[in-house]
């Protein structure tokens, strides 16, 4: 794991610390990490097994890494929240990767950490917004809803405050790119939703928005 430090900006009231496992590439160049592409399932047309190796490979990762930040950052507790999708899926095939950090917390609650509380529901979507990622149209997609603002989160999404009242969080996303702000808009809204500190852990890190 690498980490970095995102300077505090208009989405974002306080600098915060992220993790992320490895450089996010290009789709489809050696090393990079195709399987997030194939747990994103836009139109559910990924196969099965091909959807289970891809959660094999999350779930391996997130077990390392989830224990090194809290042992890193000696944290007595913490909340791990997902990064809800942009859409309102309902399908299990096209929620992989909040069901596989979902499986991986409980895992790790039962085997040496109950100080690792599943949040992973903390966030709900309730109002779709635009697939940042998608550059071109993919047919039998329809990418509708608003752009990134600031407050977007917010605007789109039920939190559980209780859950992370007061509360470090750990908020996870599968791939962070500069200048989306979309997981800094909603490490704010877990911020003013009360929580004390807000750690965010990513899969992949892309070098820039392209």
């Not at 690498?2 to 160049?29: A, C, G, M, W």
């Not at 071109?136 to 329809?142: H, S």
């Amino acid at each position: 794991m690498e980490r970095f430090t995102i300077r505090k900006n208009d989405y974002l009231s306080e600098h915060t610390l992220v993790y992320y496992h490895q450089p996010y590439l290009h789709y489809q160049e050696p090393g990079n990490p195709d399987f997030l592409n194939v747990l994103k399932n836009l139109i559910n047309d990924e196969g099965q097994r091909r959807i289970d190796a891809a959660r094999q490979e999350v779930y391996d990762i997130v077990h390392k890494d989830l224990p090194a930040i809290m042992e890193e950052r000696q944290l007595d507790e913490a909340v791990i929240v997902v990064v809800p999708r942009s859409k309102v899926f309902t399908r299990p095939s096209q929620l992989g990767f909040r069901l596989t950090i979902q499986d991986c917390v409980r895992m790790l609650r039962a085997n040496g950490y109950p100080n690792m509380i599943d949040g992973t529901e903390c966030i709900k979507r309730h109002t779709e917004t635009k697939t940042t990622h998608l550059h071109n149209p993919l047919r039998g997609y329809f990418n509708n809803g608003p752009k990134p603002y600031k407050g977007i989160t917010r605007d789109t999404c039920h939190i559980n405050v209780d859950m992370v009242r007061d509360k470090v969080v750990i908020l996870v996303d599968d791939i962070y790119t500069p200048k989306v702000n979309i997981d800094e808009d909603c490490a704010q809204a877990l911020l003013d939703a009360g929580a004390k500190r807000v750690i965010l852990y990513v899969i992949g890190r892309t070098q820039h928005n392209n």
